[in-house]
């Protein structure tokens, strides 16, 4: 028999590249071919004038980390003073300090990898809202999961809470546990950051399912360091929350240190105050053999450079002062886009602040390919196409609406 043929059936069809990279392909080649082009595809910061936008602080910390301990492996759960420093990063004027167990993961996608296969069983569907980062879906097929979501914006526009209950009781039902996963502030791809209320209401609805069946509340911040200054935090939630439901936090670097090839991030599990040492072994075990698993152990010289930026005050002042140039940057785009879109009509969810930002239509497909006639790439999703404002200069964003908006009939 020919060994052309062994893949086992899963995997012999599996999709090719992922749209967004086939897009911002597309892009790249028309701009290349002396094209002026618009390219909104892709989900990183670039600055005003098409360069990556990157800290420098984060390289003089890099800099300075010794080589031969860099070239080391790393604990398999990762280096403590990353930890330290990550948890200090998430819980810093909050009670829930004492209260993590972090594992070091691949970015953001590898802490929520690590999430599900702790926290669903084989079978088991992941709940997340119907506008979402598709590797979601990647990481819980692959995973020997499900996945499963909730109308993410009633007729209102607001975040659709109702949906939301109506789909985990679902599961519960189903599958006897819950595992939500919220990115939030920031959504990719709608842009969307809740706010207190419903924070509030989310807390009110996972502390009464919490009665019924195990639930585990995943946040995924892997956008929080560009929220607007007045973005409710989800701090208070996770105190009211933790002891009764199982609060995870991905953190990652790839966009708060535009560290995104350095694959640094965290997953942090957060128990109760009262929790035993046996509890917390538990859980530290249960991560770091998952990161035994799989990855093994993370990228040494990622952690430490992080580490030392979080550590160090006169690299953590750099590092907050640049940061901030960087939103401010992109706030840029994001007043410019408000106000172009609501002069243009465009309909799109409440969006203040983050990389992205969707606007609603029926014909995803034919907007994105109208507009590509026109020069400006953008991604179709389910019910709306994404723009990342984090790849468009201020400047471009009255063409950028322009365009779409005249692209939304054909
Ligand atoms: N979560 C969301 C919603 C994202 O958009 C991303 C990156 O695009 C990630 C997580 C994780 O990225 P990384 O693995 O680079 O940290």
């Not at 519960?172 to 939030?184: D, E, K, P, Y």
């Not at 502030?185 to 842009?191: A, D, K, L, Q, S």
């Not at 809740?194 to 509030?200: H, I, K, M, S, V």
């Not at 002891?243 to 997953?267: D, N």
Request: proline fraction near 5%; include cysteine.
């Amino acid at each position: 028999t020919s060994s052309d043929h062994t893949l086992v059936p899963a995997s012999s069809d599996r999709p090719g590249d992922d749209p967004i990279f086939r897009l911002n392909a597309m892009a790249q080649a028309r701009a290349a071919a002396g094209e002026d082009v618009l390219n909104a595809t892709l989900g990183a910061l670039f600055t005003d004038d098409g360069q990556l936008a990157v800290m420098p602080s984060v390289y003089d910390a890099m800099r300075s980390i010794d080589g031969r301990r860099a070239a080391g492996y790393a604990p398999i759960r990762g280096q403590a003073e990353f930890l330290d420093a990550v948890v200090r990063d998430l819980t810093e004027g909050t009670t829930l300090a004492g209260q993590a167990i972090a594992v070091a993961t691949p970015g953001g996608t590898g802490a929520v990898y690590n999430a599900i296969v702790n926290f669903l069983e084989p079978g088991n569907a992941l709940l997340t809202s119907s506008f979402y980062w598709e590797p979601y879906g990647i990481l819980a097929e692959h995973s020997g999961r499900r996945f499963a979501t909730f109308r993410n914006f009633d007729e209102s526009g607001a975040f659709d809470v109702a949906a939301l209950e109506v789909e985990a009781r679902r599961l519960i039902a189903r599958q006897g546990r819950l595992l939500l996963v919220l990115n939030t502030p920031c959504h990719n791809p709608t842009g969307y950051s809740l706010d207190a209320g419903e924070l509030e209401r989310i807390g009110d609805l996972l502390l009464e399912l919490s009665g019924e069946a195990p639930v585990t509340l995943l946040l995924d911040l892997a956008y929080e360091k560009f929220a607007a200054p007045h973005t409710a935090s989800w701090q208070p939630l996770a105190e009211r929350l933790v002891g009764r439901v199982q609060v995870l936090a991905a953190w990652t670097a790839s966009k708060a240190f535009t560290q995104y090839g350095s694959r640094i991030g965290a997953l942090a599990a957060f128990h109760s105050a009262d929790a035993t040492p046996e509890t917390r072994e538990h859980l530290a075990n249960a991560l770091g053999y998952t990161c035994r698993g799989t990855w093994s152990n993370c990228n040494n010289l990622g952690m430490l450079t992080v580490a030392k930026v979080l550590n160090d005050p006169e690299l953590r002042a750099r590092s907050i002062a640049e940061r901030g140039e960087l939103v401010a940057l992109l706030d840029d785009r994001v007043q410019a886009f408000n106000r172009e879109a609501a002069a243009a009509g465009l309909a799109y969810p409440r969006y203040e602040g983050g990389f992205f930002v969707s606007v609603f239509t029926d014909d995803p497909d034919g907007t994105v390919a109208r507009a590509q006639d026109k020069g400006v790439f953008f991604v179709p999703l389910d019910g709306a196409v994404r723009l990342a404002l984090c790849a468009t200069p201020a400047v471009t964003i009255p063409r950028l609406v322009e365009t779409l908006a005249s692209s939304l009939e054909g």
